[in-house]
C-alpha cells in the first residue's frame, strides 16, 4: 500500500517543480531570469550534489547527519593547503580526499563496530566540526586566486549556465542510473529492505554500506569545494545546516526514512521544488527566517496529506487482508463501521 | 513417544531476590557513565585546583542543569522509540516568550515566567503529539520539520529585538545564578524534576508502558496499551522539558536572542545516548540521562581547565561521544550473548 | 453434549471484494484441546483473529457462555477471557518477564506498581505450568519455546477461559513440544478450552479431543479426534484423496557435490563430515539447536566457521562467503522465510530476480523487463498463485511465499539445493507439491541437503538420514533403515517409550 503511494508521488515531485518554476515566471517577472535562475540553481547545487548520495543512504536503511560538518572540514582543509602550498588543484584534491575519509569513518564505524548511524554521525558532526577550528583557527581565509574564485561568475562556455550545472548533470545521472538501473542499486533497495535476507542473497552488506558512507562523504566534500567557490572563503562555521535540507528534501521527496524506498529523480525534484519556493519567497521579500518557516511547514504537509488521503481511504472501504495478517503479524487495530448483524 | 517430566520450581525466596537486586545494581548501564563522570571531575581538578572552585562548579552546574531538564523530556520520547528533534527551537522560542513576559514588570515574575515557558513548550508538544500519535508519522519527519517551522517563528518574532539583562527583573536574574545549599537553585529545580520523572516512569504503570512501546510497538498496541495517548503524552513532557529549560536558559543567561536554543538537540540527544539511554527505546532512565548530560558538560568544561585548547574541545566532545557510543554497545553485545537461553 | 463455551456460527467476513470467511463455525466445550485445522487460506487466521478481537464479523455471531462476544477489540477479547499466542510471540525484549506476564495491566498497590506481587505471581505462574523460568530476567533473549511458556503464563493471569494457540510447534523442536502439548493438558485439566492449530497431524491425535476442519473460509467437517483418522482428515481438508504425502521417486546417485570435512565452529558444531552427490537428498534431522540449521549456513557462507573445510566438486569453497557459493552453484532456502528469505515490501519479480542480477545484466545495465522475464518463468514453473508479478511478496500466503523463496533460488540453476525447513507453516497441499518438486529436481540431478524437524517429511523424502545431537553428527541411517524411532533415539540419547 505505501509503495502505491510513492508510485504516484515520486513522479509528481518533479512535475511539481516544474510547475513552480512555471508558475514563478507569472508571479514575478524577475523569477525567470538568467540572473535569478543562476543563483537558484548556485543555492541548490551543494544541497543536491549531497543529496544524490544521501539518498542512497537512506533508501539503504542509514543516515548521514554529519554532511555539513564534512563540507566544512573539506573547505578548511583546502584553505590551509592552498595557504601551505600555494596550490589550487592540489588543495582541491586534499578537500576530496578530507571529504572521502571523513566519509570512510562514518562508514567503519557503523559497519566494523555496529553502532547505529543516527548515533554516530551526531558524534562525527561534532568531531569534524571540531577539526574545522583545529585546522583553521577562528579565522576566515579569504585569500583564493580570482582565477579559483571567478569560477563561479563565469558561466559555461560563456552562457549564463553556472559551472555546477555540469556537476550536478554528470552526478545526477550517474547516480540516478545507478540507483535505479544497476546491480547495486537493487542492493541497496534490498539491503534498506531486509539486511538479513540481503546477506543470504549474496549481497556483501558490509562492504556496500561502507562505499556509501564513503561516497557521501566524498560529495560532501565535493559540496564543500563548490561552497568555497561560491563564498570565495572557508571558515570553520561555514556550511551550516545541510544535513537538514537534504533530509527534508529527500523525505518530502517520498523517501522513506526506513529504508527501501525512494526514487533519484523525486529528490531532485523536491531540492529544486524547495530552491524554486525559497526564490521565489525571497524575490516577494519575504525574511530568512519566513521561508524556514515555510520549508518546516511544506516538509510536514508533504507527509501529512497523504496519510490524512489514506485514512480517508481506509474509511471508505475495508482493506484486502495481507498475509502479515494471516501470518499473525499484527498491524494495529482499526475501527470498521459497525456492520448490520442478523 | 517420550514425555518428559517437568520439574516444578518454588518460587524465589525473598532474600535471594534482595541480593539480585543489588547485584544487578552493579550492572546498571548508569554506573559506568557515573564513574567516568567521577573520574572526569577528580582528574581534572586535580590537575587544575581552580577547575571545581566555587565559581568552577556553579557554571558548570549551570550549563548542565539546563541540558539536564530538556533530557528529561527527551528520555520519556527516546523510550518509546521515537524522538524529538524540536527541543532546541522550542527552547528558544519559549526563553523568548517568558523573557517578553516579564520583561518590563518588576519583581516577583518568577512563576509567570516558568507558566508562559512551559505553555509555550506544551503546544509545540502537543502539535508534535497529535501529529505523530494520531496520523502515525515518523517522528523524525514531523519533529525535523516543527524544528524549522518553530525556529523560524522565534527568529521572525525575535527580529533583531534581542532581549538583555537590562529588560529583565532583578530577583529573575539572581535567581539564575542563586545557590541554595552550595548548588544552584536552576540545578535544584531540575533534581526534583528528574526525581518525580524517576518516579513516574518506575512505578507509574502508564510509566512502565512507555518502556513496553520503545520495546515491541506492535505487541504493545496489541495488549491494550492506549498508545496514542501515551506517545501525546510523551511529547507533552518533551515540550514542556524544553519549554521550563528555555525559562532557565533565560534566566541564566540574562538575555535571549533570535538563535537562542539551535543545535541544541543534538548535544540533548548526545546527552541521552551517553547516559544509557537506548536510542531504540525500551531501556534508560531519568537518572543516566541527568548522569550524560552532567558528563558531556564537565569535560566540555574540564577540556578548558585542562588548558586545551579551545579549538580543540568540540573535536574531543564529538570524539568522546563516540567512544562512550562504541563502549555502550559492546557491553550491550556482551550482556545480550550471556542473556540467550539455549534451545533444549 | 454439553453446552459449549465458545461458538461461532455462520461467520461471514470479506475483505475488499474477496470473502475470508464464508459460514465458519466452531463450538468449543470447556475442558477441551480442539484441532483446529485446514490448509491456508482456509480462513482459520481470520476466525483467529475475530476471536482476538482484531476484526469484526461482518455476519454470524459468536457467543461466550451463552452470551454474545464482544467483537473488534482486542482488550475487549482478553477481559471477557479469550486469548490467542500466536506461533511468533511477540514479548517485550526490555521488560523482565514478570513484567512482561503483566505487561498493560501490572498489580498495583497504593497506586504504585507492585514489583513484588508481580515477581512472586509469575513464578507461581511459570511453577503452574512446570517450568522454570526466572521473573526477574529480561525476556531478551529468551528461546521461542520459552517465550510461549511467558505468553501461555499471560494468559493463566488473566484468568483465560479460550486459550487459542496458532500453530505453536511449528518453531519448536519435538522436546520443546512435547512439554508445550504437556502444558495444554494442564490448562485442560484446570477447565480452559484450548483451540490448537497445527498442520502436523501427528500432534493432533497425540493430544486433541475434537476437531474442526475448515476449509475456503468455511466449516466442512467437525468430531471427535479418537473417531477418525488421519488420512481422512487429510482428505476433509484438502477435499481430495492424497495417497502418498511424500513421494520421493528413486534417482540415479550421481557424483559427490558437496563434501564437508571436519567442519567445527565453537560452541555451535563439531567436527562435522558428511557428503551429498547428485541426486540424492540427504536429510539433516535432529532437535531444534543441535546445530542443523547453523552447519548449513556455516557450509554456505553466511555464518564463519573454525575449522574444517568444504569443498564443491572437489574444490574448495572459501568460508564465510556467500558469494562463492553462489557462484560455486550453491543455493540455500533459509529458515526464516519472512526475515531470511524475503523482502516483504518488495515485488515477486524483485525477489525472483535478485539472486541472478549478474546474469541478466547487459552492459552493466539492470531491465526491469528482463527481471520479469525470470520471475515469470518461475512463477509459472512452481505454479504461484499470484494476482501480478508487481504484488508485494508480503500479501502472498506462506505457502506461495515458500514458492518465491525457491524460485529465487532455483533461478541460479544450482548443483546444490541446501533448504532449512521446506515445508514448515506450508498447507498440505502445497507440502505435497514442494516434496515432489524436490523430487523431480534429485532426478535431474540436483543434490539436495535438506534440514527438517518433521519426521514423516524427513523419512519419506531422504536417502539418507544425518542425525545431529548438541552440535555432533551422531547417526547415518540409509532409507530402509530409518525409522522414527532410530531417528529420535540417536537426536535425543534416550530411550523412547512406543
Known sequence: ?342 | MTTVAPVATPPPARPASVLAGRATLLRRRELPVGIALLVVLVGTSISNHRFLSSQGRTDLMLAAAITGMVAIGETFVLLMRKVDLSVGSTLGLAAYAAGTAIKDGGDGQLLKAFVVGIAVGLCVGLFNGLLIALLDLPALVVTLGTLYVVAGIQAKIVGGERITADHLPADFISFGVDRFLGVPKLMWIVIAIGIVASLYLRHAHSGRDLYAVGSNPPAAALVGIPVRTRTIVAYLVSGGCAGAAGVLFVARLGGVDANAGGGYELAVIAACVVGGVNIFGGSGTVVGALLGAMLLRTIGFSLSALSIPEFWQQAVNGALLLVAISADRVVTIRRDRAERTRHR | MQAPVLEVRGAIKRFGGASALSGASLRLQAAEIHALLGENGAGKSTLLKALAGVHRLDAGEITLHGHAFEQGSTKRAREQGVTVIYQEPSLFPDLTLAENVFVGRQLRRAGRVDWAAMRDRAAELFARLGVTLDPDRRAAGLSIADQQIVEIAKALSIDAQVIVMDEPTAALSALEAERLMDVARRLRERGSAVVFVTHRLDEVFALCDRYTVMRDGATVADGIVADSSPAQIVQLMVGRELTDLFPKSPATIGKVVLAVEHLTSRGQFEDISFDVCAGEIVALAGLVGSGRSEVVRAVFGVDPYDSGRVLLHGEPLPAGDPRAALRGGVALVPEDRRQQGLFMPASITRNVAVTVLDRIRRRGLIHRRDERVVADEWATTLQLKHSGLDEPVEQLSGGNQQKVVLGKWLATKPRLLVIDEPTRGIDVGTKAEVHRLLSDLAAEGLAVLMVSSELPEVLGMADRVLVMREGRLMQELSRTDATQERIMLAATGQASVG
Open chain 1, 1 to 342: 500500500m505505501r509503495l502505491l503511494r510513492h508510485f504516484q508521488w515520486d513522479k509528481f515531485v518533479p512535475v511539481l517543480a516544474a510547475a513552480t518554476l512555471f508558475i514563478g515566471s507569472f508571479q514575478h517577472e524577475k523569477f525567470l531570469t538568467t540572473g535569478n535562475m543562476t543563483f537558484l540553481i548556485q543555492s541548490i547545487g551543494e544541497i543536491l550534489l549531497i543529496a544524490f548520495s544521501m539518498t542512497f543512504l537512506i533508501v539503504a536503511g542509514e543516515i548521514d547527519l554529519s554532511v555539513s560538518s564534512i563540507a566544512a572540514l573539506s573547505s578548511c582543509a583546502l584553505g590551509y593547503t592552498w595557504q601551505h602550498t600555494g596550490n589550487i588543484p592540489v588543495s582541491v584534491f586534499v578537500a576530496l580526499l578530507v571529504g572521502t575519509i571523513c566519509g570512510a569513518i562514518n562508514g567503519l564505524l557503523v559497519t566494523r563496530l555496529g553502532l547505529q548511524s543516527l548515533a554516530v554521525t551526531i558524534g562525527t558532526l561534532a568531531l569534524y566540526r571540531g577539526l574545522c577550528y583545529v585546522l583553521l583557527g577562528d579565522d576566515r581565509l579569504k585569500p583564493f586566486p580570482t582565477s579559483f574564485t571567478s569560477l563561479n561568475y563565469k558561466g559555461l562556455l560563456g552562457t549564463w549556465v553556472p559551472y555546477v550545472v555540469v556537476l550536478l548533470v554528470v552526478f545526477g545521472v550517474a547516480f540516478g542510473i545507478t540507483l535505479h538501473s544497476t546491480r547495486l542499486g537493487r542492493w541497496v533497495f534490498s539491503i534498506g529492505q531486509s539486511k538479513d535476507a540481503a546477506r543470504f542473497v549474496g549481497i556483501p552488506v558490509r562492504r556496500v554500506v561502507l562505499g556509501l558512507f564513503v561516497s557521501n562523504g566524498f560529495m560532501a566534500g565535493l559540496a564543500g569545494v563548490v561552497y568555497t567557490i561560491r563564498f570565495a572563503s572557508a571558515r570553520p562555521d561555514g556550511a551550516v545546516g545541510m544535513e537538514l535540507e537534504v533530509i527534508a528534501a529527500a523525505l518530502f521527496a517520498g523517501v522513506s526514512i526506513f529504508g527501501g524506498v525512494g526514487t533519484l529523480w523525486a529528490v531532485t525534484g523536491a531540492v529544486f521544488f524547495f530552491g524554486a519556493i525559497r526564490s521565489l519567497l525571497r524575490l516577494n521579500d519575504f525574511t530568512a527566517n519566513e521561508l524556514t518557516i515555510v520549508t518546516g511547514s511544506m516538509l510536514l504537509l508533504s507527509v501529512m496529506i497523504p496519510a490524512i488521503g489514506g485514512r480517508i481511504n481506509t474509511y471508505r472501504a475495508s482493506r484486502a487482508p495481507t498475509v502479515a495478517e494471516s501470518a499473525g503479524v499484527q498491524i494495529r487495530p482499526h475501527t470498521d463501521p459497525q456492520p448490520a448483524n442478523p
